[in-house]
């Protein structure tokens, strides 16, 4: 849902990614596109405005409205082939739903998502988040990781035990112990392109990404230093992702640190009741 700077799919091997740049969406034809895709938004969003409260939440012709997203995120939400845009296709349904409202009240800032849902509801913005999780196109398979094995083995490090004596969570301790997610609101990790999850972590590093609070991510990511942020996405991005990929119904333990896309989910949440 955040797309990579042209720059940094072309960057050569070895070339430092410059984390305190914001990302941007080039602008050929994007007014275009997204007047394009508001109003096939918009016409959703107002059938599902005169949907009455007791009848079911599915909006006729779900698929071709999302024709507005798919011009982006790929056939079925899947994703480009280059990258540059994220799979949405299968994610937990909470966490899709979270990231446009992120992105609806700022929380995230991409001038074309602020635009495109900057004036729709909850509900359907729910609905959207209902298709795109429903969703479960094959992924590819995986690039292979253009960095040294000490590096490799370091990313597997941080990925699976975390930095206990800094206070950085291992990612497997919230996002699942074989990196699936876990529903409703925390998201898989595999299948994503290097560069996007350094993307993603930059952002949070210099505050252009931001989630409810307590905002987990953002505090970890800070945490980072950008040659740990590397290493722990090249071994992420190498990984394949197993056929049965679906994230986990629940959490098997509380979550080591509090997150508002899991409220009341940590174990410190869990002894304040």
């Not at 979270?98 to 913005?125: A, E, T």
């Not at 595999?190 to 993603?200: E, F, S």
């Not at 230093?225 to 197993?242: K, M, T």
Request: charged share 20%; hydrophobic share 40%.
């Amino acid at each position: 849902m955040y797309p990579l700077r042209p720059a940094l799919q072309s960057r050569k091997r070895g070339a430092r990614m410059d984390y305190n740049r914001p990302m941007r969406l080039p602008t050929t034809n994007m007014k275009k596109l997204a007047a394009a895709a508001l109003g096939t938004l918009i016409a959703g969003g107002a059938a599902m405005a005169q949907t009455p409260a007791d009848k079911p939440r599915a909006i006729p012709g779900m698929a071709e409205r999302m024709a507005a997203c798919i011009a982006c995120h790929g056939k079925e939400g899947r994703a480009t082939a280059d990258g540059y845009y994220p799979r949405i296709a299968g994610k937990p349904e909470g966490y899709l739903l979270n990231q446009l409202q992120s992105f609806r009240d700022g929380r995230r800032r991409y001038p074309m998502m602020n635009y495109l849902l900057g004036h729709l509801s909850d509900d359907y913005l729910q609905q959207i988040a209902l298709f795109f999780a429903d969703q479960h196109p094959p992924y590819p398979p995986p690039v292979p990781a253009d960095v040294s094995a000490t590096v490799l083995e370091r990313g597997r490090l941080l990925v699976s035990q975390g930095k206990p004596a800094q206070g950085i969570a291992a990612c497997a301790s919230c996002h699942g112990a074989g990196l699936t997610g876990v529903q409703p609101g925390i998201p898989g990790l595999l299948g994503l392109p290097r560069d996007y999850i350094n993307a993603q972590l930059g952002a949070w590093r210099n505050g252009e990404r931001t989630a409810k609070a307590p905002d987990c991510m953002g505090e970890i990511a800070r945490a980072l230093s950008p040659e740990e942020i590397n290493a722990a996405s090249s071994w992420l991005s190498s990984q394949p992702v197993p056929a049965d990929y679906a994230p986990e119904r629940v959490l098997p333990k509380p979550l080591p640190v509090a997150c508002g896309s899991m409220p009341g989910s940590s174990a410190s949440a869990g002894a304040a009741r």
